[in-house]
C-alpha cells in the first residue's frame, strides 16, 4: 500500500499567545490614534485618502488580522517552491509547539498595510527559510533587498487597508529599509515610543526606543 504524504500547512510562524496578542494591540492602537493627529502626518494625508484637507482614522482605516503572528515560511499547501524541503527540516520539525520570545523593534504604517518589524535572533534565523527575503518582490527593488541583513522581511502584519493582502507588509517593510539604507528619510518626529521617520509616498517608520517583546508558539497553521 502506498503511504499517504503528510500534509502541508498554508504556512509556518511563530504565533502570538492570546494574552501577548491584547497587549501588542493595545500598544499599537494607541501609536495609530495619536499618528493620525501629528501635523507632520496631515501634511501628507493625502497619500492615504487621495485627497487634500480630509482627515483619516487610522483604526478604522487597517483591518486587523484574525490571529498575529510572523510567517517564516508560506507553503500555501505544498504549492509554494520549497515547501516540502521546510516542512522537512530538521530544525523545523524539532522547533514545532515551543516557545520563543520575539522582540518588535520598529512600527510600519504605508497607505497599505500597518505592521511591526521582528528583529530575529540567531536560533531563531535558524527557521527563516533561505531566500525569504526576496520572495516575490519586484525586479527594480531586488539589488537593495540582497544587501539587507538576512531576516530582514521578518514582521507582524497588524493591519491592512482595503482590498490588500497581507503579504504586502513583508513588502513595505523591505522597501523602507532600503529607501533608509540609501539615507532616503525625510521629517523626523520624536514621540513617546521612539523616533518616527517619514520616506516619502505615505510611508512612516517608528524606530521603538525600547522593544517590545512578544511571546510566541512555533507551529503550522492550515485553513
Ligand atoms: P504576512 O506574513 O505578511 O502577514 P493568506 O491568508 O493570504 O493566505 O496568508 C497567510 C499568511 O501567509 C499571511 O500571514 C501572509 O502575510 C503570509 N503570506 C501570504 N502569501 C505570502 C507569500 N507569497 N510570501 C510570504 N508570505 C505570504
Redesign the pocket.
Known amino acids: 500500500t502506498k503511504q499517504k504524504e503528510p500534509e502541508l500547512p498554508?504556512?509556518f510562524?511563530w504565533f502570538l499567545l492570546p494574552e501577548e496578542e491584547e497587549r501588542i494591540k493595545c500598544a499599537t492602537m494607541d501609536f495609530l490614534k495619536t499618528l493620525d493627529t501629528l501635523e507632520a502626518f496631515k501634511e501628507h494625508i493625502s497619500e492615504f485618502t487621495g485627497e487634500v484637507a480630509k482627515e483619516v482614522d487610522l483604526e478604522q482605516y487597517f483591518q486587523n488580522?484574525l490571529q498575529l503572528?510572523?510567517?517564516t515560511?508560506?507553503c500555501?499547501y505544498g504549492k509554494?517552491e520549497g515547501a516540502k524541503e521546510y516542512a522537512e527540516l530538521q530544525v523545523v520539525k524539532e522547533s514545532l509547539a515551543t516557545s520563543y520570545e520575539l522582540s518588535v523593534t520598529a512600527l510600519i504604517v504605508t497607505p497599505r498595510?500597518f505592521?511591526a518589524r521582528v528583529a530575529l535572533t540567531e536560533t531563531q534565523l535558524k527557521l527563516w527559510p533561505e531566500g525569504?527575503d526576496k520572495?516575490?518582490v519586484a525586479p527594480a527593488l531586488l539589488p537593495s533587498v540582497e544587501a539587507l541583513p538576512a531576516g530582514s522581511?521578518a514582521?507582524?502584519?497588524l493591519g491592512?487597508s482595503a482590498g490588500v493582502?497581507?503579504?504586502?507588509?513583508?513588502?513595505d517593510l523591505l522597501e523602507i529599509l532600503a529607501l533608509q539604507k540609501e539615507g532616503k528619510e525625510g521629517t523626523q518626529v520624536e514621540m513617546d515610543l521612539g523616533t518616527l521617520t517619514y520616506l516619502s509616498e505615505g510611508r512612516w517608520f517608528l524606530t521603538l526606543r525600547e522593544p517590545i517583546t512578544a511571546d510566541t508558539t512555533f507551529t503550522s497553521?492550515s485553513?
Do not use: N, S, W
Not at 497581507?166 to 513588502?171: F, K, M, N
Open positions: 498554508l504556512f510562524g488580522p503572528h510572523c510567517t515560511k508560506f500555501d509554494a498595510t505592521g525569504a520572495e516575490g522581511r514582521h507582524v502584519t491592512c493582502e497581507e503579504v504586502q507588509t513583508g513588502l497553521f485553513d
